[in-house]
């Protein structure tokens, strides 16, 4: 079943009378799992309230362009870096042609720009307007910008005509939100991918770690899910939940993620080492607690086994897949890694940019292959995630 779970849905709301449906929308969208915030234009004031809205959504609805109580005032970039889909409900003659125009006048034609998430449209308007050829062009503009259209529907309007032109019920939209997410690229595919950090104990009480979230492993799994995958998570220590329909192996070392990896492999098409794996551990782990007894203490490291390297060499290879966190020098460092562990990928990231490092809501990162390189701009973890799925399974299409 379709769903929008672990999904940030923006709605956008422009000055039409079918504005009363969005309200509707704001629940069938959670009803699907989805988290959802509101964006209002001025003339959609006129038709409905805010609070209403906010009530619904369980956040403050955004209705200014220039927001004081945003990160620098920048609400706009906040909103479209946060969102997974924009859902523009209803989209009136008038907002499809600033659209269109590529017009930033308000909050929401800006964020509409500023959003890397695809966009649904859901029309509404009277009939004769939807005819309009003027209206027939923007609209064939924005579908050929890659806009997502659902409706009109046709029946009895608000000022009495009959024809097309009146929104969609909310459950279509909903419905056609969540099938955005459900691509098919992997379908048939089983997909591996490791996540979050280990942990490298020093006794029973210590350990060695780092600071990954594994939120962009997590969201990994939720967009090959989405992509049709059958898709398996080895998970360090995270607080997150298990994503829907994943299947999910916990472990804690290095070398026991190498060996759940190593296990799980003969069913796998296509491996993501997304996982912060320790580079070293302890030689020794101590049977009791160390004790304070003096102002220093040495400790003896010996390397951890490199876990992407064993399965890029394994005779059952996968179409393998790796992550560079590095601070400096990253593409560099980052295609050095890929041509040394024979990687068909690589995923570069800055973890020394902190917006975007270890437990950020937000990346942004290069995907190399051996004889290319695509940027994916600043956006959710949820949005990076989706892009990255559909390169790697552009990419496999004949190799795995």
């Not at 912060?276 to 302890?282: C, E, G, I, L, T």
Request: contains cysteine; aromatic residues 4%; negative net charge.
């Amino acid at each position: 079943m379709a769903h929008l779970i672990n999904r940030n849905v923006l709605v956008g709301v422009s000055g039409g009378i079918a504005a009363y449906k969005s309200a509707e929308l704001v629940r069938q969208l959670q009803e699907l799992g989805a988290t959802v915030r509101v964006v209002m234009t001025r003339g959609a004031r006129e038709f409905i309230t805010p609070l209403t809205l906010q009530a619904l959504s369980g956040h403050p609805v955004h209705t200014e362009l220039l927001d004081e109580a945003a990160e620098q005032g920048m609400g706009h970039i906040e909103l479209a870096r946060w969102a997974d889909l924009l859902v523009l409900a209803p989209a009136t003659a008038d907002l499809l042609a600033r659209l269109a125009a590529g017009r930033a006048d308000d909050l929401l034609t800006t964020v509409a720009l500023a959003t890397a998430a695809p966009v649904l449209l859901a029309p509404a308007m009277n009939q004769q307007m939807w005819r309009d050829p003027a209206t027939t062009h923007n609209n064939q503009t924005l579908v050929d910008r890659g806009f997502n259209v659902i409706g009109p529907a046709e029946g009895v309007q608000a000022c009495g005509d009959v024809g097309p032109g009146r929104m969609e019920q909310p459950e279509a939209i909903a419905a056609a939100a969540a099938q955005l997410f459900e691509s098919g690229l992997l379908q048939g595919k089983r997909v591996l991918i490791t996540a979050g950090p280990t942990r490298e104990a020093l006794d029973p009480v210590r350990y060695i770690s780092n600071h990954s979230s594994g939120k962009m492993g997590y969201a990994l799994a939720e967009a090959a899910i989405a992509a049709g995958a059958s898709t398996t998570l080895v998970s360090g220590p995270v607080a997150l939940a298990v994503p829907e329909h994943a299947i999910c192996r916990s472990v804690e070392s290095a070398e026991e993620m190498l060996e759940t990896c190593l296990e799980l492999l003969p069913d796998c098409d296509i491996f993501i080492a997304c996982a912060a794996v320790a580079d070293y551990r302890p030689a020794q782990i101590e049977a009791q607690k160390i004790k304070k007894s003096g102002a220093e203490i040495t400790l003896t490291l010996v390397r951890n086994p490199d876990i992407v390297s064993a399965v890029a060499a394994s005779e059952q290879r996968p179409f393998t897949v790796g992550f560079a966190a590095e601070t400096r020098d990253v593409l560099t460092y980052a295609r050095e890694k890929m041509q040394r562990k024979g990687l068909d990928m690589i995923i570069a990231n800055d973890v020394s940019d902190q917006g975007i490092g270890f437990n950020s809501e937000e990346n942004e990162v290069t995907i190399i292959r051996s004889d290319s390189e695509r940027v994916l701009g600043r956006a959710s973890k949820a949005t990076i995630a989706r892009q990255i799925i559909e390169e790697i399974a552009s990419s496999c299409d004949n190799s795995c």
